[in-house]
């Protein structure tokens, strides 16, 4: 499916990630206003529970966050922030075996999920928070740099690009610059090219379609699509019907070099990958 350029296992903390074939990111949202599940996992048994269910279904990575990143959603404040995420953090990390990505861009949930057991950090803001680029560098944790113009609560505010992958491309180049001069070596970096933040639906088809053009940056590839506003537009249904549409464009990232696929549908898309992967092995 893709042509690694790099080594092929990434350390995550005490654990490995193997970029020698696709892996399963596990969404597990500690908020209660995320667009799909917003306010079913805030109490930590019942976080434990799904991360159990999704680890069980095949995931590679759980995927925590304690701040809603849906557009208009409102800003929580370091603590509160916090007060979600480590609990959950810390009974995951004791109780499976599974790596624990931590979706934040505030420094001091780094610094505390890191010591608490997580193995990478996941910012939509790709480390542009005072302080997020020390406090990454400091961790020794792989970090997940992801495009998006502004904030979740104004990022939809008429985006508009000439060049939606140039643009994605360039930025994704300079918060790579940025981090080489804070320490954080290229081998620790993973890209996300960010559907669904700062970008209208012609902007994300674009983007899928020549997403293979960003594997020239030379890093492996998250793609976040899973029940997304532009599955939606597309096929018009609520976010409760996008299974199927999900399910498409994971198998299609799949082709044009995505190596982690964040979704809710854990089950559903390992069959993807399971059934892609059995084709690609055939003699």
């Known amino acids: 499916m893709f042509n690694a350029q790099y080594p092929s296992r990434l350390p995550c ?34 976080a434990l529970r799904h991360a159990e269910q999704m680890v ?49 861009s505030t420094p001091a949930v780094m610094r505390e999920s890191a010591r608490l057991g997580a193995g990478l950090i996941n910012d939509v803001r790709s480390l542009q928070r005072d302080g997020a680029l020390d406090a990454a560098a400091d961790s020794g944790l792989p970090v997940c740099l992801m495009h998006m113009r502004g904030e979740p609560g ?9 060049d939606i992958v140039t643009e994605v491309r360039d930025f994704l180049v300079e918060r790579m610059a940025a981090c080489a001069t804070a320490g954080i070596p290229a081998e620790r970096i993973l890209l996300d090219p960010g559907f669904g933040f700062a970008k209208t639906l012609e902007h994300n088809l674009a983007l ?34 996008r299974l199927y549409g999900s399910l498409a464009l994971a198998a299609l990232a799949l082709t044009k070099g995505a190596h982690i696929l964040r979704v809710h549908d854990v ?3 390992v069959d993807v990958v399971r059934m892609i992967a059995a084709v690609e092995a055939a003699q």
């Open 13 to 46: 903390g005490s654990r490995l990630l193997d970029l020698s074939r696709p892996q399963v990111m596990g969404i597990l949202n500690v908020t209660p206003d995320s667009f799909s599940d917003g306010g079913r996992f805030t109490a930590r048994d019942a």
């Open 208 to 241: 899928f379609k020549r997403m293979s053009e960003l594997s020239a940056l030379g890093r492996p590839l998250l793609v976040g699509v899973s029940r997304k506003s532009m599955i939606g537009k597309v096929l018009g249904h609520e976010v409760g019907g």
């Open 56 to 104: 069980a279904a095949g995931a590679t990575l759980i995927d925590i966050g304690g701040e809603s990143t849906r557009p208009g959603a409102r800003s929580v404040s370091p603590t509160e922030e916090l007060e979600r995420v480590a609990p959950v953090v810390e009974a995951i990390a004791r109780e499976l075996d599974v790596i624990i990505s931590v979706d934040t």
């Open 267 to 269: 089950a559903e898309t």
């Open 154 to 162: 104004n990022m939809q505010d008429d985006p508009q690009y000439p």
